[in-house]
């Protein structure tokens, strides 16, 4: 039977030093990586069915939280690191693993299993607040170089 992995147990992190640190409140994360295809056609061939070659690979990740400005006395990214990075230009280094937790609950380092790893750029931040709901924010993140 395979051993699937539930949705909880995996956190984005960001490289810090040497070491690796969650972005806090995480709710979700998506990483999409996308093929570029170019058409070939010529006027010999016949029918609508074109050939299509490979173009160049990109990726990006988003992720939503809710919006705290402090972390709680953990370790983990809070918006107002990520806005720091993004206002800076920052290349980071992100890894998508398996959370490690310590006593309070907070995914703190990446767990043993393999990670997907990169660089990327914080591109857009967006904060939601709805009335009677929990402020949120949203992180977007394009790829800089490969993605493994």
Known sequence: MA?????????????S?????????ATDC????KMETTKVKTK??????????RG?????????HLFTQDVLGTSGYSYDDLMDL??????????LGKVSTNGMGWPQSIGTNKNLTGNVLITDIKISSKAGEP?????????TGPIT
């Open 135 to 143: 402020a949120t924010y949203s992180v977007s993140m394009d790829g």
């Open 86 to 95: 993004e206002l800076n230009a920052t290349v980071c280094t992100i890894s």
């Open 17 to 25: 030093g040497s070491t690796f640190k969650c972005i806090a409140q």
């Open 56 to 64: 160049d690979y990109s990726w990006s990740v988003s992720t939503n």
């Open 44 to 53: 010999d061939e016949v029918g609508y069915f074109p050939t299509l070659i």
């Open 30 to 33: 998506e990483i999409d990586v």
């Open 3 to 15: 051993n699937y992995i539930n949705g909880t147990d995996l956190c984005l992190y960001i490289k």
